[in-house]
């Protein structure tokens, strides 16, 4: 039997979410039926990524709440401890220029994880890095501008995708690699993406996932974005996984109470 297991979530701690106390969430994935549940906030981002200091505010905590965060985030899982299994976590972003920031962060605070989530949001692009998944506008004109095609940036995306998966697999942590499908987020608003290459490109993955030991995060939020409408894992690359033996965890990326659980009917149908 498949672990009921919710892998992908975030918290008041994330300020692009909602502020909602951490119960509403978790009370919830007790009432479906949830036996074990991840909190993986969003970390902190070196200062300076970007020139948007609104956006950049929004994105992450800054490093000063860290603390704050873990000491809430055990306080919920001893709170909790009878009922539900609540793993603490982190989803750390792929940032090649800042691999060190992340290390410390890691390093600071790893007899407390138990979770990464590992997720590429961003990609170099007109004048400085770029989220893929701020809104199309943003794709369009600081990254599609940027690299020409769809076909480059799909390319560059994977690129940074293994890339990650690479770095990551030297930690001694339970890890994933976060929504490997998220490049398709505003699919229908975009040029469309050539599904042939994207297919090549994750085949390729699947020997570096076997041999680095990095699950996958079967992310199902993009089945709640109208722009994207299916999971950020296609079926065909979970049914590949899951035959390889690979750890395919199911994640809600909740942001909202109301998001937990979501997409979950999806991934018992396809696993
Ligand atoms: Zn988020
Ligand atoms: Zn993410």
Not at 160 to 187: C, D, M, S, Y
Not at 197 to 220: H, M
Request: include cysteine.
């Amino acid at each position: 039997m498949q672990l009921k297991w919710d892998g992908h979530t975030h918290t008041q701690y994330c300020y692009h979410g909602s502020s909602e106390r951490q119960e509403m969430y978790i009370d919830r994935a007790i009432d479906l039926g949830f036996e074990r549940y991840t909190l993986s906030e969003h970390s902190p981002l070196p200062v300076g990524l970007f020139k948007d200091t609104n956006l950049f505010k929004r994105l992450a905590m800054p490093i000063e709440e860290l603390p704050l965060y873990f000491q809430y985030a055990k306080k919920m899982k001893l709170l909790y401890a009878s009922k539900l299994d609540i793993t603490v976590g982190l989803e750390l972003d792929y940032l090649p220029a800042h691999l060190s920031f992340t290390e410390r962060i890691v390093n600071d605070w790893h007899a407390d994880l138990q979770d990464i989530i590992y997720s590429v949001h961003y990609l170099p692009g007109v004048e400085g890095i770029h989220c893929i998944d701020y809104t199309a506008e943003s794709f369009r004109e600081d990254i599609l501008a940027f690299y020409g095609s769809m076909e480059n940036v799909v390319n560059e995306y994977y690129d940074h995708v293994e890339a990650a998966i690479t770095w990551v697999a030297q930690l001694p942590i339970r890890k994933r690699i976060g929504h490997i499908n998220l490049i398709e987020k505003f699919a229908s608003e975009l040029p469309s993406i050539d599904e042939k290459q994207v297919r090549t490109r994750l085949e390729g993955i699947i020997p570096l996932l076997i041999k680095s030991n990095v699950g996958l995060d079967v992310n199902t939020a993009g089945l709640r974005v109208k722009s994207c409408g299916k999971p950020y894992v296609l079926e065909w690359f979970l049914a590949e996984c899951m035959k390889q033996g690979i750890a395919c965890v199911y994640g809600s990326d909740s942001h909202k109470p109301e998001h937990v659980g979501t997409g979950w009917d999806w991934f018992v149908k396809h696993i």
